[in-house]
């Protein structure tokens, strides 16, 4: 039996893959082996970090949550428009409401893919779409109003002794999760659900609740997500959440999740994130066409998985 | 209750939902009846048929399609460079577009097959790169079609839709193989089983090559009716066939889990679904909060799908 590496090979793959595109972004690009430009990246990267720390939740179960992109955007013109309101309590309100509206989502979700045994691909979908319809008619055409609170703003784009805000939540975020999915019973059962739904359901265990907690944890999380973009921007903007759909499913998914469930570790969901980040990055950066980027990362993200999938299946 | 019966009931269920629907939108149409109001209404049916019967060839081999809109939107717009001319142009730049949306389909099945990528993350990405050449092809929409064969395939022949009449003719083309012939029994069997199927001396591989390629071609055949129908190339179509197509299937009451379902469930279901939006159009809902009723549609769709899991007297059965 080969010897059992502390870290999964791959990402120890991805995080090489990191490497390249910073060391070939220096060389060719230019600015890249700058600390403000990797600090960038590593605010930039934790929305995305957090996004995915959430999905990789409901994907360990074998379900996805493909309605994040209009939570993340609800909670965001929730949290602008009573952030910006003129009475303070209203102002101080605007956080909890902000959160509870990407719980809430997340519930939903939970409950109906939970109890009704919907395809959650197809129901999400749905909810997203209802999502969308219910932000722009309430908003009209025109851009939300009112500005994110000045907590929000400090999370998101302050920083302490150089570190920026935002890594520092997504490094707390992250310390929890890895606790859920490691240290507690709800992450065992994660792994179990994806693994076996019957088997847990035979064993005496209610995969209900542990399908119903990993939505509402997933909606949360989005919500959050949608805040600190909120104070990222201080705006709201409608399609503010289209943008991370592709990348958060393959950040998750280039961290070593099987999107079937059942198997995945948390390290390589951040290192996912990271590396996702940086892709999109150095692709912004050299003056191609926003096809040509959508092209250069669809073959990448494409060549990391059939490199992975033939990693596995040698080993 | 039987399989047969549940699946004759969901038959029924879908025909009688899509007879009601259309008797509500004639109704509330301004010009009623006419040859003219089911043509139109036909022509746009038929482009979301024609893609649910692609999403249906993934989805019985237990797969899902999600670059479906990004084949669409790239074999339409080569169309818009390709199908115009003398007839021999126009025929030969007909097959030109049916062989790309075969080959984007086949490579979808590579990569799933060989690659071992599951085929939502791999078509997700393949969609991406489909996409991108769309619109790097063609940045605005544009172009030509031959206008005499866009009238001839969406007009009318004695008061039928032209395209009802296509569309007629593709269901019974497929779907008599696809339970009379090896490959199409193939596919059933992968859907149902991949590990039976192979125990069975199935040839797996093949069968889900040739379920992706499929998919491609019925991805390039909407392209194509979309083409005739708008007479130009639009790289942007792509997202709402993606979505819709998978709704239409699901809909339908095909299971995304595969191995069972017909071609015509997928058909009745994209039907249902543009009746609804046409339904929406004339019954004034306001165009701005469209996309909350068409996702408010499927959500109780598949709810009203469902409501089986709630009743099933046995838990264990709901796990299956």
Request: glycine share 12%; hydrophobic share 55%; charged share 10%.
């Amino acid at each position: 039996m080969p010897k059992r590496l502390p870290v999964d090979p791959s990402v120890l793959l991805i995080l090489a893959g990191c490497v390249i595109i910073v060391a070939v972004g220096g060389i060719f690009i230019g600015n890249f082996f700058t600390s403000a430009y990797l600090l960038q990246q590593l605010q930039i990267a934790s929305f995305l970090g957090i996004l995915a720390a959430g999905a990789m939740l409901v994907i360990l179960l074998g379900h996805i949550d493909l309605s994040f992109p209009w939570t993340l955007t609800g909670s965001a013109i929730i949290v602008t428009t009573i952030g910006g309101a003129t009475s303070s309590w209203l102002q101080d309100l605007a956080i909890p409401l902000g959160l509870a509206f990407g719980l809430l989502i997340g519930l939903i979700n939970g409950v109906v893919v939970a109890k009704l045994r919907i395809p959650s691909m197809v129901w999400t979908l749905a909810v997203n779409s209802m999502l969308l319809g219910i932000a722009i008619y309430y908003q009209g055409e025109h851009r939300p109003q009112g500005q994110a609170p000045e907590l929000v703003k400090t999370l998101a784009v302050g920083s302490t002794f150089g570190v920026p805000n935002a890594f520092l939540t997504w490094v707390a975020v992250s310390a929890a999760v890895l606790w859920l999915i490691r240290g507690t019973r709800f992450g065992r059962l994660l792994f179990a659900i994806g693994n076996n739904e019957k088997a847990v359901f035979l064993a005496g265990a209610r995969p209900e609740r542990t399908i119903i907690l990993a939505f509402a944890l997933a909606g949360l999380l989005a919500g959050f997500v949608g805040i600190l973009l909120a104070g990222y921007a201080n705006q709201a903007y409608q399609g503010m959440g289209n943008p991370y759909l592709m990348p958060t499913i393959a950040a998750v998914v280039i961290g070593g999740t099987s999107i079937l469930g059942g198997r995945g570790n948390y390290a390589g969901t951040f290192a996912g994130a990271l590396f996702v980040t940086l892709l999109l990055s150095a692709l912004s950066v050299i003056q191609i066409s926003e096809a040509t980027r959508q092209i250069i990362f669809g073959v990448l993200i494409l060549a990391m998985l059939i490199l992975d999938g033939l990693r596995r299946r040698d080993a | 209750m039987t399989g047969m019966d549940r699946r004759r009931r969901r038959l029924l269920l879908v025909v009688v939902a899509l007879v009601v629907l259309f008797a509500a939108f004639i109704l509330t149409h301004p010009r009623g009846f006419s040859v003219y109001v089911v043509t139109i209404w036909a022509n746009q049916g038929v482009l979301l048929a024609l893609a649910a019967i692609a999403q249906f060839f993934v989805v019985i081999v237990r797969g899902i399609d999600l670059s479906i809109g990004s084949i669409i939107a790239l074999t339409n717009v080569a169309a818009s460079y390709l199908v115009f001319g003398t007839p021999g142009e126009i025929a030969f730049g007909i097959v030109v577009v049916l062989a790309l949306g075969v080959l984007c389909g086949f490579l979808n099945g590579l990569v799933v097959v060989f690659g071992r990528v599951e085929p939502i993350v791999a078509t997700l990405a393949t969609g991406a790169i489909y996409g991108g050449i769309a619109l790097l092809w063609r940045p605005i929409p544009g172009g030509e079609i031959d206008d005499t064969l866009g009238d001839l395939l969406t007009y009318d022949v004695n008061g039928v839709p032209t395209s009802l009449i296509v569309l007629v003719v593709v269901l019974v083309a497929i779907s008599i193989p696809l339970r009379r012939t090896r490959i199409g029994l193939s596919m059933l069997a992968v859907g149902s089983s991949e590990q039976s199927a192979f125990l069975t001396g199935i040839q797996v591989r093949v069968a889900k090559l040739v379920a992706y390629s499929l998919a491609g071609l019925f991805g390039a055949l909407t392209a194509l009716y979309i083409a005739f129908v708008t007479l130009t190339g639009d790289p942007a179509i792509g997202p709402a066939y993606t979505l819709n197509s998978i709704a239409a299937v699901v809909l339908g009451g095909v299971p995304l889990t595969g191995g069972v379902g017909a071609p015509l469930l997928a058909v009745l279901g994209a039907l249902i679904l543009k009746t609804i939006s046409s339904l929406m159009f004339f019954t004034g809902i306001p165009p701005l909060a469209q996309s909350f009723f068409e996702g408010l549609v499927l959500a109780v769709a598949i709810g009203i799908g469902a409501i089986d899991a709630l009743r099933s007297r046995s838990k264990l059965k709901v796990y299956e």
